[in-house]
């Protein structure tokens, strides 16, 4: 009996072990130029943890196996070294783990996050108020418009809190509700939040920055292939977190800059 | 003599008749109200603010029942310099009057508020109802009476409300920032809400001197102090300036 277990756990173990290792589980679609880097270190961590995990599991059916079906008046035999060699050797077979996990995978992290954004990015600000985004082009001029929180009025469509009517900058800026971007064009999103935690969530991007409340943050990103995309809240913000979301719109450039004549005159 | 006798009963009928139909005259009469009545229009002049165009792209089960392109209706206008959803309303020189038992209805449908503007009474009870395939959360916002808010997943009951304090105030929804109304909380039934020519109407008016106000949401306040004789008809008229931003 006991060795029949030692048997189903070996087998629970490479079974399950099998779909990962022929990368069985399905992904999104990638559509941003770092998704490589990201996917890797995906597949990387999986690799790493399996060769533990299965190591373990392994040598954990082993001792059932061995040890199991012990015949009467028979003695418990300890482990040379006792507990204190057991744990140092998790230490050490973990931090390795562990380690080596961060530094492979550094480089995926700095190319997102320690790259500076190109000199052409396009500059698109983004706010997250509960419980939609919204999204701000400069417009003709190039400027943003200074923000003015205490005129915002959702009511009326001021979302972000400009003052047109005394800021010059802040006349010709266009706000939508849906991030519509041209493809193969990098692209510089401006983030803050108007109230408390969100983040922006585009899984096909393999993108995700929290709203920090108080913080501007910027991340910068290339997307690679037309289509359309959720952009999901992915921080608990309240009770319309679940609801929280717009769309993310990769255009060719003609078609995006026919898009945004429309919404500048709308505005 | 049969034929006197006839004669005599046909005039006895004929006067009873007219006694009869005399009395009922002046009877009705006597009950009919002094009805008397103030109406008008409510205009601009000005170029009035570029309402804003309305997504609610983040929404899909509401933007597909809007395939024609909706605005904000901060101001609403129409031909002539008309503005709708204007209250007007006895805002002196009527007694305050016990409220009505009829619910007045606010619709939440297409993720807007049906009517923008709602006119009610003090204590009057208000019905909020949840017409759409999506929860709501209604969230009216006074600074005399009591603030609250209140989920109506889809398909929830009407949830009825009341307000025991006269005042105007703003209606926002938490899940969907551009849903906006507002709710107007009388002390009286003399009011009316401009229409789409903004024409409004306040009947059934004892004779008295009443001061009328004219409420809308970005102009605010204009009021007129109007005296009606017993049945007389006044026209009053509202002129706001309109102001090219709302914000």
Known sequence: MGKLFGVVLAMIALLSAYPIVTHMYAQPMDISTHGHAIDEQLSDTMSEGGVSFLGAQLLLAFFVWKFSNRKPGSKVTQMPGGANLMVAAAFILVGTEVLALGVLGQKAWANVYFTPAKPNAMQIQAQAGQFAFYFRYPGADGKFGALHPDKIDEGNGNFFGLDPANDVDARDDIVTAELDIPVNQEIQLLMHSKDLSHSFYVRELRIQQDFVPGLDLAIHFTATQTGKYEILCTQLCGLGHYNMKAYLNVLSQDDFDKWLKEKAAEQ | ?247
């Open chain 2, 1 to 247: 003599m049969k034929s006197r006798q006839r004669i005599q009963r046909l005039l006895i009928a004929a006067v009873s008749v007219l006694a009869v139909l005399t009395m009922a005259r002046t009877k009705m009469a006597r009950a009919k109200p002094a009805g008397g009545s103030i109406s008008g229009r409510v205009t601009y002049t000005g170029t009035p603010a570029k309402m804003k165009v309305i997504d609610m792209s983040k929404e899909p089960a509401c933007a597909k029942q809007h395939p024609q392109s909706i605005t904000t209706e901060t101001v609403v206008t129409d031909a002539s310099n008309s503005l709708e959803n204007v209250v007007v309303y006895i805002s002196a020189g009527a007694p305050d009057e016990p409220a009505p038992t009829k619910s007045a209805v606010f619709d939440q449908k297409g993720c807007q508020y049906l009517p923008h503007v709602l006119a009610f009474q003090v204590n009057q009870p208000l019905e909020i109802v949840n017409s759409d395939p999506v929860a709501h959360n209604i969230h009216p916002r006074p600074m005399l009476n009591r603030e609250w808010n209140k989920s109506q997943p889809a398909g929830s009951p009407p949830d009825v409300e009341k307000y025991d304090k006269a005042e105007f105030f703003p209606v926002k929804c938490n899940i969907h920032p551009w849903m906006s109304g507002h709710f107007a909380v009388l002390k009286n039934s003399h009011y009316s809400i401009s229409n789409q020519d903004g024409a409004f109407s306040i009947p059934n008016l004892p004779p008295g001197k009443y001061t009328v106000t004219a409420w809308q949401e970005a102009y605010g306040n204009q009021t007129m102090d109007v005296t009606i004789t017993a049945g007389e008809s006044k026209t009053v008229d509202f002129v706001f300036k309109a102001t090219p931003y709302v914000y």
